[in-house]
């Protein structure tokens, strides 16, 4: 009796250590989970909300900036907006035309398509006019995403628009006996914004659309080269460059080497503290 009692007694006092040792890792697991937790939110809150008055000012800012670091693609879709500003309409579309040769000049479909018809991005551009124009109040192009609901009568420009849109790899074929590759074509929405902003920010462009601007690589990459140079002076800690003066450096340089046609006010050359190297 004696010998059962005990071996009872010492059950229940393993089974006690186990529950304490177990309920200890349950309050350290706890414990972590909400540290973690708590560093999450407390992340969040901080990229969420900016820590001084002066930063919230300047997102603020640039929600108001009339420039955008892409092409705004708005007045194209939207036919009161091109009647009320044909002037800019006729900047756009040249320098769309000139980001659509930039992009997929080097693709099968629009050496292809050019081959037949040398005009054919000026007839796709105002097709992308004409066939919005037709599109119900339900169907009405608010967003990127819209511009597949753009059905064209011409089966060439749908082809060629929807390879635009999709963005892919052109499939490798056989030539004489070796393989030649075909180079891969992004998303145009990556280069277009829905936002009707009447300038483009030459600070925060992307690479193919400064050659829609400047025409010339060399140009293109002293304009990188100069967006580097300049944020490095905006951003630092002590006697930084003011915006203003970096603007007015970086416009002096390279106002006047824009391509021929293009007018000086669809150029935003405010310079900022955001780094330019993410939107190359």
């Known amino acids: 009796m004696i010998l059962l009692m005990t071996a009872m007694t010492y059950s229940r006092i393993e089974s006690y250590r186990g529950f304490a040792l177990m309920q200890s890792q349950f309050e350290f697991y706890m414990r972590n989970l909400e540290r973690a937790d ?62 659509l040769n930039a992009l997929y000049g080097h693709t099968k479909f629009l050496k292809e398509a050019i081959a037949k018809d040398e005009g054919v991005i000026d007839r796709l551009l105002v097709a992308i006019g004409d066939e919005s124009a037709k599109l119900t109040a339900k169907e009405k192009i608010s967003s990127l995403c819209d511009l597949s609901r753009i059905k064209f009568q011409d089966e060439d420009l749908q082809f060629i628009f929807y390879n635009m849109l999709e963005g892919g790899v052109e499939i490798p074929k056989e030539e004489r006996g070796t393989l030649k590759l075909q180079k891969s074509y992004p998303k145009l929405g990556n280069y277009l914004t829905m936002q009707n902003k009447t300038q483009i920010r030459v600070y925060l462009a992307s690479r193919p659309l400064l050659l829609a601007l400047f025409g010339e690589e060399e140009i293109v990459d002293e304009i990188i080269q100069k967006r ?53």
């Not at 800690?237 to 450096?249: F, G, L, N, T, Y």
């Not at 002096?252 to 669809?266: D, K, T, V, W």
Request: charged share 30%; hydrophobic share 35%.
């Open 38 to 99: 708590y560093n999450s939110s407390a992340w969040q809150c901080y990229h969420a909300n900016p820590a001084t008055q002066k930063e919230q000012e300047d997102n603020e800012k640039e929600e108001k900036a009339t420039g955008s670091a892409k092409l705004s693609f708005k007045i194209f879709v939207d036919k009161k907006e091109r009647e009320a500003s044909q002037q800019r309409y006729l900047q756009f579309s040249m320098i769309a035309k000139n980001l």
């Open 228 to 280: 580097k140079e300049l944020f490095a002076e905006v951003d630092k800690q002590i006697d930084a460059m003011p915006v203003a003066e970096a603007k007015a450096q970086f416009q002096n340089q390279f106002e006047g080497r824009r391509i021929h046609g293009l007018i000086s006010e669809m150029l935003d050359f405010t310079v900022s503290k955001t780094n330019p190297s993410g939107y190359e």
